[in-house]
């Protein structure tokens, strides 16, 4: 299966600072999502982005499929961002089967 | 509410109980998935059902068994589990592939989180 490596591993920041997470990919993937896992579990949807890049709200993210890699940018951090951002890819010949990374955990410090 | 709504929340069983897992979506997919997060380990695909047929099993031990018996619905049917089958499952769905540009990303449940003892 792909193999995805997601960097870095942990991130501690403080209110309204900045952060990029990235995610990359051992081989060519044709679907691509984030999401945030919050304290209790629930996963939610960031973003599906196969390639591009997309914004909502203070999260932007890009992908760059021919480099097999994607970014998830937090703008402003909030306590309430803190949890575990995963990103998972799906590959050319079987687009409905997910790789998960081993996830960003996130602490936003007020 | 994500439109994926997984019960119980929470179970803990003994290791001769027999329980299900239920998952139920009302998004309009065409496949649905049960995956398993364990502490310190990468979400691990465990079930993907197409148009409820089975189109993936990832080695998962036959103590687990998973039905479809329609679109919107997913069941996994536990027996004689293990301690270290303890986790959390989460169930997804999402559209089929066909090629045609749309949004096949996952929609997740809430989880059961399960503790065998």
């Known amino acids: 299966g792909i193999q995805v490596e997601q960097s870095p591993p942990d991130l501690i920041l403080q209110e309204g600072a900045n952060s990029t997470l990235r995610c990359n990919f051992s081989d060519s993937v044709n679907n691509l999502q984030w999401f945030h896992q919050n304290p209790w579990g629930q996963l939610i949807n960031l973003f599906y982005i196969p390639s591009g890049t997309k914004q909502n709200g203070r999260l932007s993210a890009t992908t760059v499929a021919t480099e097999r890699y994607s970014l998830l940018y937090i703008s402003s951090s909030q306590t309430t961002d803190s949890g575990v951002y995963f990103c998972?890819?799906?590959?050319?010949?079987?687009?409905?089967?997910?790789?998960f990374g081993s996830g960003t955990k996130l602490n936003v410090k007020p | 509410e994500t439109g994926v709504t997984q019960t119980p929340r929470h179970l803990v069983m003994g290791m001769t109980n027999k329980k299900s897992l239920k998952c139920e979506q009302h998004l309009g997919h065409n496949a649905m998935y049960w995956y398993k997060q364990s502490a310190k380990k990468p979400l691990e695909l465990m079930f993907v059902?197409?148009?409820?047929?089975?189109?993936e099993n990832n080695s998962v031990p036959s103590r687990f068994s998973p039905e479809c018996p329609n679109s919107s619905h997913l069941f996994l049917h536990l027996h004689t589990l293990q301690p270290e089958d303890s986790a959390l499952y989460l169930c997804?769905?999402?559209?089929?592939?066909?090629?045609?540009?749309?949004?096949?990303?996952?929609?997740f449940g809430s989880g059961t989180r399960l503790t065998v003892v």
């Open positions: 998972a890819g799906g590959g050319l010949y079987n687009f409905n089967k997910f790789y």
């Open positions: 997804a769905s999402s559209l089929h592939w066909t090629g045609e540009i749309r949004n096949y990303g996952y929609t």
């Open positions: 059902y197409n148009f409820k047929e089975q189109t």
